[in-house]
């Protein structure tokens, strides 16, 4: 399995910005999981993009939807998101 970078910058409000693979994302963590959260979890917002073409976004619920060919990616910026410190 190829191993992929995460590069994060997380603000004090819980706002993350970050880069994998060549892919951007930006999304807000909060401290406790919550029903309106990603599989309830922590993240409540979230879009990932390449350039200017944003593949998927998620606020309180899929705006854009998690296609195919970025799953791998969401999923693992997914798993550090939720691994960030409360």
Known sequence: MLQT????????NGMVKGEI????FEAQVHNEPSI????EGRVCQ???ARGQDVLLHYDGGWCIPVP??????????IKALEG???
Do not use: N, Q, W
Not at 5 to 12: D, E, H, N, P, Y
């Open 68 to 77: 195919d060919s970025c799953r791998g990616i969401y999923e693992k910026v």
């Open 21 to 24: 693979a060549g892919f951007e």
């Open 84 to 86: 960030l410190p409360a």
């Open 36 to 39: 309106e959260g990603i599989h």
């Open 5 to 12: 970078t995460i590069t994060m910058r997380v603000a004090l």
């Open 46 to 48: 979230l879009s990932i």
